[in-house]
């Protein structure tokens, strides 16, 4: 990984994290870190912290024509066995109640996520990537709402503070489809083949949806060592 803070103690800790819009350990994992985060944020060691997402597109083999939901996905396009798949989803339903989020597996509307990419980069151009993450994530997972056509999308930003017509020449236009690569070619550099993966201060690689507390600890601990090189 990149080394790119310095151990001054003000400088942000940077926590890059790759993960796709329709992959339910990435919304799981969000949460989880986000509670992490506030913890350590909370306590006297605390430092800055920036947050970072970036694209990775889990099905990108998805048609865009495609019609049917995650399950629908996964034994048509993966050859997943139908009974293997509906006990997978109902574990991961169960597990993402422990962070408050409530999964509807059936409502849900599988699709190519590439513009769906390009909406989160047009959405860190205007310092609303979180929110929009957010509102991709919900619409797919929770409220069944389409999120691979152009019009769904500019309703979902225009939903997260941004304005809709604009939203709507991203996707359309794909002007954010270099980056969503650039990003994809980043993860391939650094080796990640699966998502949630979190970068931390450039130099810590950490895969999975972790429990809060680890994300609390290895901050706690990044700043501990910011403190000590500064002041020896």
Request: with cysteine.
């Amino acid at each position: 990984m990149d080394k790119q803070n310095s151990t001054i103690p003000g400088k942000p800790i940077m926590v890059d994290i790759w993960s796709d819009v329709v992959c339910p350990w990435c919304y799981i994992g969000k949460h989880r870190f986000e509670a992490g985060l506030a913890a350590f944020s909370a306590s006297l060691e605390a430092l800055p912290v920036k947050v970072s997402y970036h694209s990775f597109e889990l099905s990108p083999d998805t048609p865009l024509d495609f019609q049917g939901g995650a399950a629908d996905y996964l034994v048509s396009r993966r050859g997943y066995n139908p009974e293997a798949v509906s006990r997978m989803l109902a574990e991961t339903t169960e597990l993402a109640l422990t962070v408050g989020l409530h999964l509807d597996y059936p409502a849900t509307k599988h699709r190519n996520t590439a513009k769906a990419h390009g909406l989160i980069h047009y959405a860190a151009s205007k310092s609303k990537q979180p929110e929009m993450i957010e509102a991709l994530m919900q619409a797919y997972f929770v409220h069944g709402r389409e999120i691979g056509k152009d019009e769904a999308l500019a309703d979902l930003a225009a939903e997260s503070g941004l304005d809709r017509a604009e939203a709507l020449k991203a996707p359309k236009a794909d002007s954010f489809l270099p980056a969503v690569r650039a990003d994809e070619d980043r993860a391939r550099a650094y080796g990640i083949n699966g998502v949630p993966y979190y970068v931390i201060d450039g130099k810590l690689g950490l895969s999975g949806a972790q429990a809060p507390e680890t994300f609390t600890k290895i901050l706690a601990e990044i700043a501990a060592e910011r403190r000590k090189a500064a002041h020896p």
